[in-house]
């Protein structure tokens, strides 16, 4: 199956550039790209008539198994703290997950993502009361749309003794089921909630087995000070010693979401480690939670962008990070969220073992055709200017993901969306009333 993209204004983030052309695509990667290639026998032709074409964008951090929050009851109280958030609504949430809910909240926010023209998304699941094949449910759900997916779940000890080894365990199972399977679509880090619910065993089991997999950990650090200071009282040290104890500093394609509350002190250690750790940057979930701002403009390890489970719109992602951090005071230089989003292309390009987030050849297709032609000069010179001030979501028509068409003219095709939603209600229905 091969399809030509004829007259695009194709546009890269990594570096960033934008040039007129074409661009072929054949058996799920770029074939060739340039002005006026010829048409070969079966393609199938898509005059992009002057509008952007781009890759397509990833989610650094983001956590489905919300997905199927958007209007649940309020909690019995209003949360005054970060903690109370946690324990009033989404550890109350993941608890009344099951298997079927797991799958249909990956489905619910694939569909979103595709529509914003995010095409891999970087999870971290929790589901405590179904745990043991829960990451291949959730996969089911996201590859029903047709996305790709860096998956891990949530080792903790938040809620019962066996809790982490059942994690550790899912992590292992899965991690065995994707590799009899090697097709670049799924991979699996080890994830880890966070240091203050994890005891000592349970945290150098997720070392142990990152090791192991030879792969990273995804954990969740000083999102609040409440991280610091539980993690000081249980363990009597800081998040850094903590860390450096378990090894956890040593392990390579690491992903660090948050961060808000580490010192200049802490973001230096960190970033002596910045040619395999990454800081997961989520602004708009930090100003929900009132957690503070991350001040990422500090940051020297590869900064990814995530939504943290607030939708997949990167786009959106991207202008938080800009804007908030002209709010803090803490200036971002103008377009450098751009360069977060290209390393969330880079960190999933090596979690699943293809290139994304580039439109050379041998890179995979998955492509965004929007519907934007700009209607000032665009160069690769103020890409940032348009990119955050102008393209956005709304443009997004069509999306292909390993060469296959999933979005055309702003449809789902590549599967039954509304048989599939109206799954979804009747499941967060019964999650809901499980919570
Ligand atoms: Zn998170």
Known sequence: MSTLFRDAMLVELDPPMVRQGDLRVSDGRIASVGRNLTLQQDDEIVDCGGAV????????HTHLYSS?????????RQPTNFLEILELIWWRLDRAHNFKSVTASG????????????????????SPNCIA????????????????GVLCYEVTDRNRDTEAREGLDETS?????????????????????????????????????????????????????????ITQEKFGCGLMERFERVGLLEIPGT????????????????????????????????????????PVVSATMPVVLGTDGIGADMWREARVAEFKSHDAQLSLPFGKSLGFLAESARLASRALGITLGSLGVGAAADLVLTGYRPA????????????????????????MIDGRWCLRGGEVVSC????????????????WSRM
Request: charge should be negative; hydrophobic fraction near 40%; include cysteine.
């Open 376 to 399: 000032t000069p665009l160069t690769t010179d103020n890409l940032a200017g348009h990119f955050l001030y102008a393209l956005g979501p709304e443009f997004v028509r069509d999306v």
């Open 53 to 60: 074409l781009m890759p397509g964008l990833v989610n650094g």
């Open 173 to 229: 199972r899965y991690a065995r089921e994707l590799s009899s399977r090697k097709n670049h679509r799924f991979s699996v880090l080890v994830g880890a909630h966070a240091s203050f619910t994890l005891e000592e065993e349970s945290f150098v089991g997720c070392v142990r087995l990152a090791r192991e997999l030879d792969t990273g950990v995804h954990i969740h650090i000083a999102e609040d000070p409440c991280d610091e200071r």
């Open 255 to 294: 992903i660090f979401g948050h961060g808000t509350h580490l010192s200049a002190e802490e973001f230096t250690r960190l970033g002596e480690h910045k040619d395999y750790l990454h800081l997961a940057h989520n602004p708009s979930s930090n100003m929900n939670n009132g957690v503070g701002y991350t």
């Open 68 to 76: 199927l929050a958007a209007g649940m009851p309020a909690p019995p």
């Open 107 to 126: 489905t619910v926010g694939a569909l979103a993502a595709l529509r914003c023209g995010t095409t891999t998304l970087v999870d971290h699941h929790a």
């Open 416 to 431: 039954d969306e509304r048989a599939l939603r109206a799954d979804a209600a009747a499941q967060a229905g019964e999650l």
């Open 133 to 148: 094949g829960s990451l291949s449910a959730l996969e089911a759900g996201i590859a029903s749309v047709g996305c790709r």
